[in-house]
């Protein structure tokens, strides 16, 4: 027998309120699940409504009416900080950023930090994958030039840390350049490569001329993908790009995961350290670099850099890319770094003499260096016994000082 239809009727709207209540629930647990990402990092959209005026304010007084403004991107790091300083110094405008990544002790770039500002130097606190963050530092400033020194340092940590290569050498990268081929004017950018794109090469001295397609280690493939991503940049957008490959830079406010600098630590500490060697018995060389002529050639990288030629994403003609190499030319032997330590130190070391391990290095760099003399009016004038002194000088110091705050 046919039910009622008014049975149907009742069944169907029961039926209806319930597919009703199940959607609902679907749809609140989609929105709890993946609510909606802003259109910009969260980080960046709090830093910019948080910025206010006064923030502004400092990025465009750090910045100045020089000819010269300069964003100087790793501010807080070793190279950054004595190249910001440098710019200053000479009257350019500069504004740093800097994220303060805990890969080494955080409280050596807030010194850094500090001695920028009172050198009348701003570091925004801001990642250089932040878009957004970057976008609003060209909306507030003209920028000329763009010095990015920021990048995730050390071949040997690649194994620890992969990512953090990729998310700063390679995706910071883009971002950056993202944000210079957007800007109207386009500043001219000049970056850090590194030496360690040469790999596996066994011809000395290493020309730029060089193959460069046997790296060693995740930092150095990081490395040389960036110069290809800024060949693709000049190419599309008109970007003029320069890549300075740096040999092994060392020198006071350096970096802690650095061999000389952690050597230091050690052997006054009466630790052990580990004194690589080669599978010939060679101790392993570095053409160790001083840091006031890797500044040299930084701005003289800077100061000959032709303008971009695109605005607003936008090529109009051929613009400048260039790669060189800032080197010593002339490599020590880790064994004889440590001589030299001991002797500034006054100290003996306690050296366990290892094979090198597998782990990214290279046995020996060692940097032509006539393109950089020819084109920068490079020419490094600091040997190593010399940089060493200035650095254990600083060092002594600085960390007999930890707690207070000094001047270089
Ligand atoms: O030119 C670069 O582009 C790179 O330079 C630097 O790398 P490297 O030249 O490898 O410097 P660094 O680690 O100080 O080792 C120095 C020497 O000590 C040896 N070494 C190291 C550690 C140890 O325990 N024992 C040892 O003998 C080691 O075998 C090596 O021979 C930067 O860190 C890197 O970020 C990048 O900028």
Redesign the pocket.
């Known amino acids: 027998m046919d039910k009622p239809s008014y049975l149907h009727r009742s069944r169907f709207l029961s039926r209806t309120k319930l597919l009703a209540f199940w959607t609902l629930i679907f749809l609140a647990l989609l929105l709890f699940l993946f609510p909606k990402s802003p259109p910009f990092p969260a980080d960046s959209t709090r830093r910019i409504l948080q910025a206010g005026p006064l923030w502004e304010n400092r990025i465009r007084h750090s910045a100045n009416s020089h000819p010269h403004r300069v964003l100087v991107t790793g501010a807080a790091g070793f190279v950054g900080l004595h190249v910001s300083l440098a710019l200053k110094r000479r009257g350019d405008g500069v504004v740093g950023i800097d994220n303060f990544n805990p890969y080494y002790e955080t409280s050596l770039k807030r010194s850094r930090a500090a001695l920028l500002d009172r050198a009348g130097v701003f570091v925004v606190e801001g990642d250089i994958n932040d878009g957004a963050l970057l976008i609003k530092l060209f909306e507030l400033v003209k920028f000329t030039h763009v010095m990015h020194l920021a990048a995730q340092?050390?071949?040997?940590y690649a194994m620890r840390n992969p990512s953090s290569y990729v998310q700063s050498n390679i995706a910071g990268l883009v971002s950056v350049l993202e944000a210079c081929k957007s800007a109207n004017p386009q500043p001219a950018v000049v970056w850090a490569s590194?030496?360690?794109v040469y790999g596996l090469n066994s011809r000395v001295p290493f020309s730029e001329k060089d193959r460069t397609d046997q790296p060693a280690s995740l930092?150095a493939a990081t490395k040389k993908a960036g110069e290809e991503i800024a060949h693709t940049y000049n190419h599309i957008y008109g970007l003029s790009i320069t890549g300075l490959?740096?040999?092994?830079?060392y020198g006071p406010w350096g970096?802690p995961?650095?061999?000389?600098f952690f050597f230091t630590k050690d052997i006054l500490k009466g630790k052990t350290?580990?004194?690589?060697e080669r599978a010939d018995q060679k101790s392993?060389?570095?053409d160790f670099t001083y840091i006031d002529d890797i500044v040299k050639g930084c701005l003289g990288a800077l100061d000959t850099a032709e303008k971009s030629t695109g605005s607003g994403g936008r090529k109009k003609g051929k613009a400048q890319l260039r790669v060189f190499n800032l080197g010593n030319t002339s490599p020590v032997t880790?064994s004889e770094?440590v001589d030299n330590l001991e002797n500034l130190l006054n100290m003996k070391a306690n050296r366990m003499v290892l094979p090198?391990p597998r782990n990214g290095?290279v046995p020996f760099?060692h940097a032509n260096i006539s393109l950089a003399q020819k084109e920068l009016g490079y020419k490094p004038t600091t040997d190593l016994k010399t940089g060493l002194k200035e650095f254990v000088d600083w060092y002594r110091l600085y960390y007999s000082n930890s707690r207070k705050k000094i001047v270089l």
Do not use: N, P
Request: hydrophobic content about 50%; proline content about 0%; cysteine-free.
């Open positions: 340092a050390g071949v040997r590194s030496s360690s930092y490959r740096f040999f092994t830079v970096r995961d650095m061999a000389y350290i580990r004194v690589f392993v060389a570095r880790v770094l090198m290095d760099t």
